[in-house]
């Protein structure tokens, strides 16, 4: 919450900067809360006599991780460039549907690209509300997400669609103890990673983050930029309904709603320590975010604790993680600025 | 996506860029106002006196004829099983052998249960149920339950999760049919399943608990409506939402019994369960249609609040179906309505534990247990509501006579 | 434009113009259209109650507005309207005789707490609001559903409801006589000096400090009403209404958008409150006018979506040029 820069979704605040020597890098500390999780979760339920670190949990856990670990991936990408989505969550029931649809009629490859085309479709919108409209992103992806569901509920009365069992190998098939899913969030993450990290593309994504408007007086096509962060946003989203349309077995109109993968995103792209203004992190932390959030479900799971409990926990952590990066740079409060 | 089809991948620069947004919302815009099927439920609601026709829009395509005359078929039959316990009740039982399953080891029973959710009252009050009914029986020593929070891709690894923790029988509460069916086929392989509610698309399961189900619930109401409402009637048909199949059959069971009479259906409308939003529909229908003569409704949830629509309005509450919640009921006895409330049990949420030890001692169980699914009615309204229970407690429980019983219900007395 | 921009400098009114004035048109249009498609729709009873349907939203949007204004975001309003719709059935459980007055001075002391505790968390420990009230909304749901074990344990009593549901004199409900004094303290509110350092803090932190402001005073005590805002509407919505587990499901993204319609800024420094009141009406105008025109319930969803996305985009077209003229301190407007 430094930003000094402005053109921001949370305002500038007087006399912050970044210090150059960082107290705890928030990628380093995504990880280690990770471990943390995992090591008490393990303690606390060793305790009640059970046994947290079996292989049946490890991969509930990975498994668990991969559907919201696409969603954040595709989130850190906007987040980054400084713009948001809210869209995501109606987005991944469309997509299951549409997955499921057409791998009924027609073939799986067709079913792919249709979804991906579909996705990119829906995110070049999103970015051109934004950019071009000048709508908010908040407003413009929460009116696209409006625009999805009456587009949902309109034409689907329920799950449709039949995914054959050749599909359905991706989420429901293991490499050892691994699950074949998590390959593609690999994947799909390694290559957001490298986008955003060693392209001229990702360069600009940040710099549009960090600071729109030097941005653009050096060059950048600050526009552009926001319009492909989103449709890789929303391509990431794609990914995640492909999953989730191979683990369900069939399109449901309410998988990405009712798991509120919108919020839920959001929640672990900022626990991964990017900033919701843009600008500074990405998708190492991200993954670690979503890390802490598949673990503490698990140990939730193992605990059997009350489900509205587990919402005060989640709320707690998400807080105290966002605080506890904000720390360094709260201690930089009040130096001077350049 | 029609809407978005239209746009080419224009160069994103500039002006272009702003003129490529504009064009694309004008794009959105025309296919909102355009994209209503001509015969979709939106169009006999609109302002147009709509006395042609059936009112009630087309058929659900979740509509089985089947399946729906067998529903009405059972919800007439006499239901086999100890009087007075409707939840160890069976409605024409094809038994199965359950030998196989027979529990081998010595020592008790690990119960194991992966729910759905918690996500409204209904389920609620079911869980209380279960857990009670778990305390019924000293024979389960443990009892293990994992709450997929509504998300279908959870429960499918909750179930994963629970067949790798050696429960000796599993009971699913499916999140969603489809979805659902591959999972449930995995656990089938390893541990004796029990599947209530909603079902999945597979028979692995040693038991499926359900009650009569949706079209025996929408008929009953409608066919209360159809002999209480004067022919001609107009009526107001209240939904919770698209596109779930429980509900659904619900409607189209209805759908069937209003167009058959004379009644005219003059409104089909979605509240989201919300009851503000309920009172809103029905205030706005009062004002567009004069008077409404009879309110049909999927679930109980909103009833309270679309009465009270009626009395705000200053006009008399014309005959209406609700639902087995708490604050109808009392709704009904204060206000001395004209009403019925069918139910979708919460007893049902008992059955699966009785099936699951049944199972385990090798004793016969239905392949598909069918469970009655008593109305409420004037007659027996003073049986089911009993005071001090709290607004929406579902009364068509069964708990009465489980331990904790009301305190753990969130009742006094 | 004669309606009043409540402010005095020159200045300030361009920008008021310019981010208020497409809402006016757009509430012109749709209340034409309501009377198009109604005309029974202005008699006074049925327009009263139309008024006093939008009344929570309207409270809430004017809260909200106090929060957005200074730079930031309330996402927890629609859990505080539920968990006071809550709260107050389990008291009345607890404690069927209370008096009416208490309870909702009680409800809305603890909304002012809910947004102390996400003022001093943002402002602080410097956590962005929008993650702040986001976790200040999966708490408040979870703990007051984990207390209740899931859903309310007891019912709203008559006199409770009464300033959600009874009318004054017998045609003069009570939840509009809430709004407008509502409206009017907001608009008084924003007039005073503490509304200028609103705005200011909103516009540019750096130099509301510099100028001597204590912006984080400021920013908390937005948070503080914005919560109280939500209590009296859950004390609204709870006697329109009646008990509901999910009473303020939804609110929190409504109330944003009814600012954004009136034309105010995310990210703070712009905009009037009477304008982001206006964009509630016009929200709730556009429900009334979908259910009147018998709109597929399944399609009304789009059709807002579309709407909302339009309506701000012309907001933002039209007076685009007026905004790149200034030196724009803020960047841009894809944030």
Same mark, same amino acid.
């Given at each position: 919450m430094t930003a000094t820069e402005p053109g921001r979704l949370v305002p500038p605040r007087a006399g912050v900067r970044l210090r150059r020597i960082r107290l705890g890098d928030p990628v380093v500390g995504v990880w280690l809360a990770a471990l943390t999780v995992t090591l008490l979760g393990w303690i606390v339920v060793a305790?009640?006599?059970?046994?947290?670190?079996?292989?049946?949990?490890?991969?509930?856990?990975?498994?668990?991780?991969?559907?919201?670990?696409?969603?954040?991936?595709?989130?850190?990408?906007?987040?980054?460039?400084?713009?948001?989505?809210?869209?995501? *969550?109606?987005?991944?029931?469309?997509?299951?549907?549409?997955?499921?649809?057409?791998?009924?009629?027609?073939?799986?490859?067709?079913?792919?690209? *249709?979804?991906? *085309?579909?996705?990119?479709?829906?995110?070049?919108?999103?970015?051109?509300?934004?950019?071009?409209?000048?709508?908010?992103?908040?407003?413009?992806?929460?009116?696209?997400?409006?625009?999805?569901?009456?587009?949902?509920?309109?034409?689907?009365?329920?799950?449709?669609?039949?995914?054959?069992?050749?599909?359905?190998?991706?989420?429901?098939?293991?490499?050892?103890?691994?699950?074949?899913?998590?390959?593609?969030?690999?994947?799909?993450?390694?290559?957001?990673?490298?986008?955003?990290?060693r392209t001229r593309l990702g360069h600009h994504m940040y710099a549009t983050g960090g600071d729109e408007h030097a941005a653009r007086l050096s060059g950048v096509r600050t526009r552009r930029t926001v319009v492909i962060a989103h449709i890789i946003c929303s391509l990431c989203v794609g990914a995640a309904a492909l999953f989730l349309a191979a683990r369900l077995g069939a399109g449901a109109p309410w998988a990405g709603t009712e798991a509120r993968y919108d919020l839920e995103s959001i929640a672990a792209v900022v626990l991964g320590g990017t900033a919701l203004a843009g600008g500074r992190g990405g998708v190492a932390g991200t993954l670690g975010g979503v890390l802490v959030l598949a673990v503490l479900d698990s140990v939730f799971n193992q605990l059997a604790v009350d489900p509205f409990f587990k919402n005060v926990v989640r709320g707690v952590v998400i807080i105290a993680a966002v605080a506890v990066y904000a720390r360094p740079r709260r201690a930089a409060k009040g130096r001077p600025t350049a | 996506m029609t809407a978005i089809r239209p746009l080419r991948r224009s160069p994103l620069r500039g002006r272009a860029l702003t003129s490529a947004a504009a064009l694309l919302v004008?794009? %959105?815009?025309?296919?909102?106002?355009?994209? !209503?099927?001509?015969?979709?439920?939106?169009?006999?609601?609109?302002?147009?006196?709509?006395?042609?026709?059936?009112?009630?829009?087309?058929?659900?395509?979740?509509?089985?004829?089947?399946?729906?005359?067998?529903?009405?078929?059972?919800?007439?039959?006499?239901?086999?099983?100890?009087?007075?316990?409707?939840?160890?009740?069976?409605?024409?039982?094809? %038994?199965?052998?359950?030998?196989?399953?027979k529990k081998q080891k010595a020592g008790g029973v690990h119960l194991c249960f992966s729910n759905a959710g918690v996500f409204n009252p209904w389920r609620q009050v079911?869980?209380?149920?279960?857990?009670?009914?778990?305390?019924?029986?000293?024979?389960? !020593?443990?009892? !293990?339950?994992?709450?997929?929070?509504?998300?279908?891709?959870?429960?499918?690894?909750?179930?994963?999760?629970?067949?790798?923790?050696?429960?000796?029988?599993?009971?699913?509460?499916?999140? !969603?049919?489809?979805?659902?069916?591959?999972?449930v086929e995995q656990a089938c392989a390893k541990v004796p399943v029990i599947v209530f509610d909603r079902g999945v698309e597979t028979d692995c399961a040693v038991t499926f608990i359900n009650p009569v189900g949706g079209y025996g619930y929408g008929a009953v109401a409608a066919d209360f409506l159809v002999e209480k409402v004067k022919p001609k009637g107009k009526i107001l048909a209240l939904r919770i939402s698209p596109g779930v199949d429980v509900l659904e059959t619900r409607w189209s069971a209805a759908k069937v019994a209003f167009d058959k009479s004379e009644l005219d259906v003059v409104d089909v409308k979605f509240t989201d369960g919300d009851p503000a939003k309920t009172k809103s529909v029905v205030t706005d229908a009062l004002t567009r249609h004069g008077s409404i003569d009879g309110v049909w409704m999927d679930s109980g949830a909103t009833a309270v609040a679309a009465v009270e629509a009626f009395e705000d309005a200053g006009q008399d509450v014309p005959p209406i179906t609700g639902e087995d919640q708490q604050d109808f009921l009392q709704a009904w006895k204060e206000k001395k309505l004209t009403a019925i409330a069918p139910t979708y049990p919460t007893f049902q949420w008992r059955t699966p534990v009785i099936a699951a030890l049944r199972i385990l001692q090798g004793q016969q169980v239905p392949k598909e247990w069918k469970l009655p699914q008593p109305s409420i009615t004037q007659d027996t309204l003073d049986e089911y509501l009993k005071p001090g229970m709290p607004p929406l407690h579902y009364a068509m429980c069964g708990c009465a006579d489980l331990p904790g019983f009301p305190k753990d219900w969130g009742g006094k007395g | 434009m004669t309606t009043a921009t409540v402010t005095h400098h020159g200045k300030r009114v361009v920008r008021a113009l310019g981010t208020g004035a497409p809402?006016?048109?757009?509430?012109?249009?749709?209340?034409?259209?309501?009377?198009?498609?109604?005309? /029974?729709?202005?008699?006074?009873?049925?327009?009263?109650?139309?008024?006093?349907?939008?009344?929570?939203?309207?409270?809430?949007?004017?809260?909200?507005?106090?929060?957005?204004?200074?730079?930031?975001?309330?996402?927890?309003?629609?859990?505080?309207?539920?968990?006071?719709?809550?709260?107050?059935?389990?008291?009345?459980?607890?404690?069927?005789?209370?008096?009416?007055?208490?309870?909702?001075?009680?409800?809305?002391?603890?909304?002012?707490?809910?947004?102390?505790?996400?003022?001093?968390?943002?402002?602080?420990?410097?956590?962005?609001?929008?993650?702040?009230?986001?976790?200040?909304?999966?708490?408040?749901?979870?703990?007051?559903?984990?207390?209740?074990?899931?859903?309310?344990?007891?019912?709203?009593?008559?006199?409770?409801?009464?300033?959600?549901?009874?009318?004054?004199?017998?045609?003069?409900?009570?939840?509009?006589?809430?709004?407008?004094?509502?409206?009017?303290?907001?608009?008084?509110?924003?007039?005073?000096?503490?509304?200028?350092?609103?705005?200011?803090?909103?516009?540019?932190?750096?130099?509301?400090?510099?100028?001597?402001?204590?912006?984080?005073?400021?920013?908390?005590?937005?948070?503080?009403?914005?919560?109280?805002?939500?209590?009296?509407?859950?004390?609204?919505?709870? /006697?329109?209404s009646g008990v509901s587990a999910q009473a303020g499901r939804g609110y929190e993204f409504e109330a944003i958008t009814a600012v954004v319609l009136g034309g105010v800024v995310l990210g703070g420094g712009r905009g009037s409150v009477v304008a982001a009141m206006a964009g509630a009406f016009s929200l709730q105008a556009l429900f009334t006018l979908l259910n009147l025109q018998g709109v597929s319930g399944a399609l009304e969803s789009t059709v807002q979506g579309c709407i909302v996305i339009a309506a701000v985009g012309l907001g933002a077209a039209d007076w685009s040029r007026l905004r790149r003229r200034r030196t724009n301190p803020s960047g841009g407007q894809a944030s």
């Open positions: 305790a009640r006599g059970g046994d947290f670190l079996t292989t049946t949990n490890a991969v509930a856990i990975l498994q668990n991780s991969v559907a919201l670990g696409l969603v954040a991936v595709g989130q850190s990408a906007v987040i980054l460039t400084g713009s948001l989505d809210l869209s995501v *969550a109606y987005l991944i029931s469309l997509g299951t549907l549409v997955a499921a649809e057409t791998m009924a009629s027609g073939g799986v490859v067709t079913a792919v690209i *249709a979804v991906l *085309a579909l996705s990119a479709a829906v995110g070049l919108a999103n970015g051109l509300i934004v950019t071009g409209l000048k709508v908010n992103a908040f407003i413009a992806t929460l009116g696209t997400a409006f625009i999805l569901r009456g587009w949902i509920e309109d034409n689907y009365t329920g799950p449709a669609g039949k995914v054959p069992a050749s599909f359905q190998h991706l989420g429901y098939d293991r490499v050892g103890p691994v699950p074949v899913s998590v390959f593609l969030l690999a994947a799909v993450a390694a290559a957001v990673w490298f986008l955003t990290r | 004008a794009g %959105l815009l025309a296919s909102c106002t355009s994209d !209503t099927p001509p015969d979709s439920p939106a169009a006999p609601g609109s302002a147009s006196a709509s006395a042609d026709d059936s009112g009630s829009g087309k058929q659900s395509e979740f509509f089985e004829q089947a399946e729906y005359d067998r529903q009405l078929a059972l919800a007439k039959e006499q239901p086999q099983g100890p009087a007075g316990k409707p939840w160890e009740q069976m409605l024409s039982p094809e %038994l199965i052998d359950a030998a196989r399953y079911g869980l209380k149920n279960m857990t009670a009914e778990v305390e019924l029986h000293k024979e389960i !020593t443990k009892f !293990t339950v994992l709450d997929a929070q509504g998300k279908d891709d959870k429960q499918i690894s909750d179930i994963q999760e629970l067949t790798g923790k050696g429960c000796d029988a599993l009971i699913v509460s499916p999140n !969603t049919t489809a979805t659902l069916t591959p999972a | 809402v006016y048109v757009l509430l012109a249009v749709l209340l034409a259209a309501l009377a198009f498609t109604d005309p /029974g729709f202005y008699e006074p009873d049925r327009f009263l109650s139309f008024v006093k349907r939008a009344a929570p939203l309207v409270i809430l949007a004017a809260g909200q507005y106090l929060v957005i204004v200074c730079g930031e975001f309330d996402l927890s309003v629609g859990a505080i309207v539920t968990a006071g719709v809550v709260v107050a059935a389990e008291l009345y459980g607890s404690f069927p005789g209370a008096p009416w007055l208490l309870v909702t001075a009680l409800l809305l002391v603890a909304g002012g707490v809910a947004g102390l505790v996400s003022g001093l968390i943002t402002t602080a420990l410097r956590v962005p609001s929008f993650i702040t009230t986001l976790g200040m909304m999966l708490i408040l749901e979870g703990a007051v559903f984990f207390w209740t074990g899931g859903s309310p344990q007891g019912a709203l009593p008559t006199a409770f409801r009464q300033l959600g549901r009874g009318a004054a004199f017998g045609w003069l409900p009570w939840a509009v006589i809430v709004c407008l004094v509502v409206g009017a303290a907001a608009v008084l509110l924003m007039r005073s000096d503490f509304g200028r350092t609103l705005v200011a803090t909103g516009d540019s932190e750096r130099a509301a400090a510099l100028a001597g402001v204590r912006v984080a005073r400021a920013r908390i005590i937005a948070f503080v009403l914005s919560g109280a805002a939500a209590a009296i509407a859950a004390v609204l919505v709870g /006697g329109f």
